[in-house]
């Protein structure tokens, strides 16, 4: 993927959109307690899969996140996303 210039890019919040009983509360409250348990930047996971519950929420969380103060950006080679490592079993 390197060789290739892509970028790898786990992530370290869930919008939790893939849960069954979701609601545009829950994803809401999700992301905004999500993100402040993140040591640097936060990468949010949301599916697109037009949940219409996620569609109705995402506009009240980038409201809120800027409200405190974080902002959005696109990926590029400066930034250091996080990478979920696995233990080998033996």
Excluded at 29 to 35: P, T
Excluded at 51 to 68: C, R
């Amino acid at each position: 993927m390197l060789r290739r210039g892509l970028i790898y890019c786990d992530w370290n919040v869930s919008a939790g959109d893939a849960i069954k009983d979701a609601t545009s509360e829950s994803m809401l409250e999700n992301v905004l307690n999500g993100v402040k348990l993140c040591w640097g930047p936060a990468f949010v996971l949301m599916h697109d899969n037009s949940n219409a519950d996620l569609l109705k929420a995402l506009p009240q969380i980038i409201e809120k996140l800027q409200a405190e103060g974080y902002t959005f950006a696109a990926l590029d080679n400066t930034v250091r996303p996080p990478m979920f490592v696995y233990p080998e079993e033996n």
